[in-house]
């Protein structure tokens, strides 16, 4: 079975960090572009940061740049995304998402990603 599962989240302070892991089972994500996606309550899922298979080259909107960084463990069953500084406009259900693809750029939009994690939730309190 090809599954993505998250883990990492939590309830934290304003300013405070967390780490999720993104973590394939039945594959290795060494061909795959990885996403990671957020839905907080009545919006709309926003991509956070997405890094690619061909070169690990990354991309991150506005919104987290500076405080978000995504990476691949050496093992090439997981991805991490590194969130500091984080905010209460953070609070969302985090997503990771891959597609196998040997782009130099990856992938941006939900709609390009073919596997989807569960979700794991991400609180930050004021």
């Known amino acids: 079975q090809v599954q993505l599962v998250e883990s990492g989240g939590g309830l934290v302070q304003s300013g405070g960090s967390l780490r999720l892991s993104c973590a394939a089972s039945g594959f290795t994500l060494d061909y795959y572009a990885i996403g990671w996606f957020r839905q907080a309550p009545g919006k709309e899922r926003e991509g956070v940061s997405c890094i690619s298979s061909s070169d690990n080259s990354t991309y991150y909107p506005n919104s987290v740049k500076g405080r978000f960084t995504i990476s691949r463990d050496n093992n090439g069953r997981t991805v991490n995304l590194q969130m500091n500084s984080l905010e209460p406009e953070d609070t969302a259900v985090y997503f990771c998402?891959?597609?196998?693809?040997?782009?130099?750029?990856?992938?941006?939009?939900?709609?390009?990603?073919?596997?989807w994690g569960q979700g794991t939730q991400v609180t930050v309190s004021s």
């Open positions: 998402a891959g597609v196998y693809s040997r782009t130099t750029s990856p992938p941006k939009s939900a709609g390009e990603y073919t596997h």
